[in-house]
């Protein structure tokens, strides 16, 4: 069974500094990896997903995550933060050798930017 | 908006009602699934239905009945909740049974059991 561990609760940072969320997967088996974002009062969003090819994956508003499969990570970065980008991030995996895995989330992070 | 809408917004209900929420999705997807969130715990699958077939539950109790009609529309049936019952319901649909592919998720309904 897969297992996410998002490793920080709560991420201040400032308006216009770099950030890294970090997060780490357990499985037996190659995943599929994602991260969602649910901004106040809303369902969550697809920011960007890892189904194969490059490591390096590019999503929505800036965000991009580095797939490593050595240090079963899936950390997501975004060199520039907004106020906007105020929301909580889920990473989550599902099982690739399964067509009817439901994903599997972590706790989430909070990421406050502070103006 | 993403395509899966979920009503109602907000809901209100004492221990001993009876209400049910609302999903429906008109992407075209065979797979919908009905997730609680609660403050601090992770994202709990409860049900997932695939071609109108529930084929997962997440040993939820039974105070809570899913129903899918059809592809596009799927409820969850609520009656003698608890107050630890009180969340965010969310529901989210998917192409195939696998969420290998994006999963389109609703605002969610929020439940306050009182």
């Known amino acids: 069974a897969q297992s996410v561990t998002q490793l920080d609760s709560q991420v201040p940072v400032f308006e216009e500094a770099p950030v890294e969320l970090r997060c780490n997967y357990s499985?037996?088996?190659?995943?599929?990896l994602f991260w969602y974002v649910q901004y106040p009062n809303q369902g969550l969003q697809l920011l960007l997903k890892y189904l194969s090819g490059s490591t390096l994956v590019k999503g929505i508003n800036g965000f991009e995550a580095e797939f490593n499969k050595s240090q079963t990570s899936f950390h997501l970065r975004k060199p520039s933060v907004h106020i906007s980008d105020t929301a909580e991030y889920f990473c989550a995996v599902s099982d690739e050798d399964s067509g009817n895995t439901p994903l599997v989330f972590g706790k989430g992070t909070r990421l406050s930017v502070i103006a | 908006e993403t395509g899966v809408t979920q009503t109602p917004r907000h809901l209100v209900m004492g221990m001993t009602n009876k209400k049910s929420l609302k999903c429906e999705q008109h992407?075209?997807?065979?797979?919908m699934y009905w997730y609680k969130q609660s403050a601090k715990k992770p994202l709990e699958l409860m049900f997932v239905y695939n071609f109108k077939e529930q084929t997962e539950n997440n040993s939820v109790p039974s105070r809570f009945s899913p129903e899918c009609p059809n592809s596009s529309h799927l409820f969850l049936h609520l009656h003698t909740l608890q107050p630890e019952d009180s969340a965010l319901y969310l529901c989210?649909?998917?192409?195939?049974?696998?969420?290998?592919?994006?999963?389109?998720f609703g605002q969610g309904t929020r439940l306050t059991v009182v």
């Open positions: 992407l075209g997807h065979n797979a």
């Open positions: 989210a649909s998917s192409r195939s049974g696998g969420m290998n592919t994006e999963a389109f």
């Open positions: 499985s037996s088996v190659s995943v599929y």
